[in-house]
């Protein structure tokens, strides 16, 4: 009973803070709500009993990602972004498609919710015997060593593309 | 127990918003923060059905989705700069040249 009261509390913050951020004029104040929607799905995934993720949700996205935002919003001018036409002239067509789509997701997930199949019991009583961070991280390092080495060459590849995108130009060039 | 179609129908709503957000905003940051708001959908399905199967397999696809969110963020945010030296706009509609 608590966890669906959980639950509808932080999806109520979730979809309403993620309706503010693509409405706000303001870029700093869609960042604001952008953050109040992740700490709600970081509170989603508590109550799905993932509190290793939940954590990592905070720390990269609210504390690094997020961050990261706010700073390039800091480094261009966002007074005049504010006065500048905020949606396209395709918008009513786009919410239409959008709502299409939705009513039909919905629509088939609630058909279809007696498909969705419960965890046998012996299986819970040895997913308890170990912590959530336990068993991710002993996968992780595990079964998924490779995409893991895969993943860490891909944040190096980033780091060296953003540095190279956005240094100014030498004399040279 | 919550139901897991609950967790679905969530997940749904939020990638909508994101689409929505890409579809219909001008501005580069908004649209690149929409982005982040539909793999955050993808996370809450994988965790939903990581839990409801007992599985920890989908927890460990969260982390490499947040892994690439992460790269993606990185070099979105470097091309947002690099064209904001050259153009001084965050307005899509005026970046339409590949070189000038």
Redesign the interface.
Known sequence: MI??AL?YIF?TI??AS??L??TQHN?VH??AF?GA??FA?AG??L????E??AG??II??VG??LV??VF??M???VDR?AM?????R??TI??V??GI??LE??YG??Q??DS?????AA??A??AVAG?SE??GT??YT??LL?FEI?SI??L???V??????KKKTQME | MVPTHYYLILAAALFTIGIIGVLTRRNIMIILMSIELMMNAVNINLIAFSDRLQQVTGQVFAIFVITVAAAEAAVGLGIVIAMFKNKETMNINEIDLMKW
Do not use: C, D, M
Not at chain 1, 84 to 88: G, H
Not at chain 1, 116 to 120: Q, T
Not at chain 1, 161 to 166: D, F, S
């Open positions: 966890e669906l639950f999806a979730a979809v993620a309706i951020v693509i870029v869609s960042a952008l929607t992740l799905v989603i995934f109550t799905l009993h993932g290793f993720l990592v949700q990269v996205y690094g990602i990261l935002f390039v919003i480094l261009i001018a972004t500048e036409r905020q949606y396209n395709q918008w786009a919410l498609t959008a789509l939705i997701i919905g997930l609630y279809g919710k969705f199949v419960l965890p046998p299986a819970v040895a997913a959530n068993r991710v996968t992780l079964v998924y995409p993943a891909l944040l590849v980033a780091i593309g953003a540095v190279v995108l956005a």
